[in-house]
């Protein structure tokens, strides 16, 4: 069957940032140089073809893009400046776009204000629901300490459980749709029910140390990679990804255990006040860094969602540290309700738009990726 | 035709033969392998030899200076150089005789690099013996060398321009300014050729017509250029400096005299055969000259309007393969590539899009050759607007289907690892190569050398880029190879100044290696005129036949074939010839 050249759909990549894409005259140089690419995994001129000639159907049902982790070397080298290393991050936003079946994603992508409105109507519903459970004003007695001001199981009930069971519903559908795409419409390859257990520890192990960073690096040795700083992006991509994780894990699902200090205090605070707060403020601040400093090829282009993801985790983390202050330095009550509203008036919207929408369901798609790739191989291998 | 030159050498018939021979090292090159002084001193004492010499370096002028010593000293009067090719240096050694007063023609040049140290270098010893043998029959060459004279010919100032195309008006313009007398001939009733066609052109989108109305404008200023209008050759004859070419005029015929002609014919589009990529099936499979005409036609009447998509086939009667591609009249495909039509095509492409930014554009190609100055960057213009490539492999070819009122396009994709693709457009435009324009006229009576490809061959693609063998013929053009406009006038220009440069003396000086016939010996068999390689050169008077020396090349075809040994070719005697086979078969 010939393949039927469809125009539109390069065009439709490039609303995701991919603007040069059309310059590329397929001589396979990214492809050469990509640390990542494999012979049976090769990215990215073949899945750039694809996207020229319109195959929707081979474009969303690759896993290359999120197998990437944009080192820019293939946009260092590129004899026509077409930026793959762009096209593959424009493609990681037209999959989100497509995993999402809603359509709010896409949204989010292609037009300029729309995540923008999005944050603002969760603001309001966030705003309200505080105005009938707490009201705008404290009610401060005498004996009013800040756990009975703003007793952290109505906010685990309120806010934090039907937050989490939004962002699981629609993380869960859009990650079966995820599985759909790539996995069993692919009828090259059959993986046995067995596979799925077998690669479900090296998966982990590899999501949660994010080992393909360390192959992106420039140099040769490992110290020389560390000494060079070609590892410092993997580094505080770790650093910023576990004091996220562990934040959210605290606070979304164990709240009253998270704010009361007295329990288990030493790992509080090293983990939480220390390692966490650090991580974010740094973290956020280095990437921020980058993407103004435009060294890099992969901090050169700055979709809105990608500043979006680095100023709201930031904000959340230094609301959250005020927050943190505020109740156990125990200075004043009214500052604290103020301080903890206008925190989840920052955090809530965060979560609710970019964890399943945007940027950050990455975070889910990355391993999933990883872990279908992995069950592939292995299924070709027992062949 | 005397020369002055040769009448007042030191030599003369009747005085003793002395020769002096000279053996070059070559800087190592010969001497690394040859053993040259016993070269030098074999023959010192060969019969004939006066002076026998070796040197680091003949052509130094501490080389040539020792035989201008010893001819003014030692009174040698005949010289044997023993060193490189005489294509290097026999110009050289003439010059050298021709200071110290001896006749340039009395000099022999042995090859004993190329033909002796070069290729026999595993065998010194041979190599040696051979030099000396090589060097001998030379000896015995020239000690029966009479001194020659160039051949002059008296040349006319004039010079006909046999097409009016760019090539033809550029070569006309610059002779025309030297103030020769010019007569420009084309066969269609306006100047220009395939400039009337070009619209706006690249590199420089100046539109064609505007070129050659200040041509034309340049070209009428000068009353020396007598421009022919639909005029056609019908018969050329005569040699350099003589040649006298028969014109029909607007049917009525004419003949001038010119001392050169430069050549510059062009070309015709290649004509699709009906069916090849679905040509003459639809109106909608058009070729690049069709296309341009539409651009043109569109900027008034904006008639492409309504045409969504196009794809543009490339190599459409250019690189052919004798197994997938039907061949012209004379069995042949076109197996050459037509240079212009890559940037060509990518160029119209740009304008296409400049007015209409949303048009699909498909292209299929089986290689981007747009290998002028700046002209890769319409290809990199085009992909980044958008424009999507197809590579077909060489051993296929696109299909394209008519289907309904749109045409399906398919075809391998070497970028897509060779997955067939289709496309669907509205138009085709074939990327139509260029033929050679039929001068078969011409050609015959000129016997001009046509390459495998049906251009006409220069003389050698670098050192010779405008000339045939055949003096006072001069090619330019696309009549030579595809080429661009630009191409095409630097062609006619350098044509021109070629031309130029033979006639500007008024004269010409030939080499004096021509045939002369003996008419007491000759019976009249004429066996001479049928064997002549050049049409005239030989021609029976009084029953005897006679060479006409501005015509004869000394090829010696027709000293072989004479039965009385009637034929001598100056400077390479029958008599010579026999001295030089003892010489060398004597151990």
Sequence with gaps: ?383 | MTDKSAEQSRDFYRQDVKVGVYVCHCGGNISDIIDVEDVARDLSDYPGVSVSRNYIFMCSSTGQGLVEEDIRTKGINRVVIAACSPALHELTFRGTLERAGLNPYLYEHVNIREQGSWVHKSNKKAATEKSKKLIRAAVEKICRQNPLEAIRVNAARSIAVIGGGVAGMSAALSLGRQGFNVYLIEKENRLGGKLNSLWKAYPSEEDGEKTLEELEKDISSLNNINIYLESEVKKIDGYVGNFSVEIVKKGSPEKIKVGALVITTGYVHYIPFEGEYAYKTTKKVVTLPDFIEMLKDDEKNGSLKNVKSVAFIHCVGSRQNPSLDKPQKDEKVNDYCSRTCCTSALFRIKQLLEKYPDKKIFDFYRDIRTYGLQHESYYEELSKKGVLFFRYPEDTRPQVEVKGDKLEVKSKDILTWNEEVSVEVDMVVLLTGVMPADISVIVDDLKLPIGSDRFILEAHPKLRPVEVPNLGIYIGGTAQAPMDLLEAAYGGKAAASKASMLLSKGEISLDPFVASVNPELCDGCEKCIGECLYPGAIVMENGKAKVIPALCKGCGACAAVCHTRAINVAGYSLEQIDAMVEAISKE
Aim: charge should be positive; proline fraction near 4%.
């Design chain 1, 1 to 383: 069957m010939a393949i039927k050249v469809n125009p539109g759909l390069i065009e439709e990549i490039k609303k995701y940032g991919a603007f040069d894409i059309s310059a590329c005259f397929n001589c396979g140089n990214c492809t050469a140089v990509c640390p990542l690419s494999k012979e049976k995994m090769s990215f990215p001129r073949k899945i750039i073809r694809h996207g020229q000639l319109g195959m929707a159907t081979s474009v969303q049902s690759s896993l290359e893009p999120w197998l990437c982790y944009y080192c820019g070397e293939c946009s260092d080298t590129c004899p026509r400046q077409a930026e793959p290393g762009e096209y593959m991050m424009s493609l990681r936003r037209y999959l989100i776009a497509k995993y999402d079946f809603t359509g709010i994603s896409k949204l989010f992508y292609t037009n300029k204000y729309a995540e923008f409105i999005a944050i603002f109507i969760v603001q309001l519903i966030v705003l309200a629901g505080w105005y009938l459970l707490f009201g705008l004003v404290p009610n401060i007695g005498v004996n009013t300490t800040a756990a009975t001001l703003l007793p952290p199981y109505i906010i685990h009930w309120y806010f934090d459980v039907p937050m989490a069971a939004i962002l699981t519903i629609f993380i869960i559908a859009f990650a079966f749709n995820m599985y759909y795409k790539t996995m069993l419409c692919d009828k090259s390859v059959k993986v046995p029910l067995k596979l799925y257990f077998t690669n479900l520890w090296r998966t982990a192990f590899e999501s949660a140390s994010q080992w393909r960073f360390s192959d992106c690096a420039g140099s040769k040795t490992f110290y020389s990679k560390l000494l060079k700083g070609d590892y410092n992006y993997w580094i505080m991509h770790f650093i910023l990804m576990t004091s996220y994780v562990s934040l959210f894990v605290g606070i979304v699902f164990f709240l009253d255990w998270f704010q009361n200090v007295e329990k288990y205090r030493l790992l509080h605070v090293v983990l939480y006040d220390y390692y966490a707060n650090i991580g974010l403020i740094a973290g956020t601040g280095y990437f921020a860094f980058l993407r103004i400093k435009k060294n890099f090829s992969r901090s050169k282009f700055s979709h809105v969602s990608d500043w979006m993801f680095v100023i709201l985790l930031f904000l959340t983390a230094i609301t959250g540290i005020s927050l943190h202050f505020a109740r156990v330095d125990n200075y004043s009550l009214q500052a604290f309700f103020y301080i903890y509203l206008i925190h989840m008036l920052v955090a809530i919207p965060m979560l609710v738009v970019e964890v399943p929408f945007s940027k950050w369901s990455h975070l889910v798609y990355r391993p999933m990726a990883l872990y279908f790739d992995n069950l592939k191989k292995s299924a070709r291998k027992l062949k």
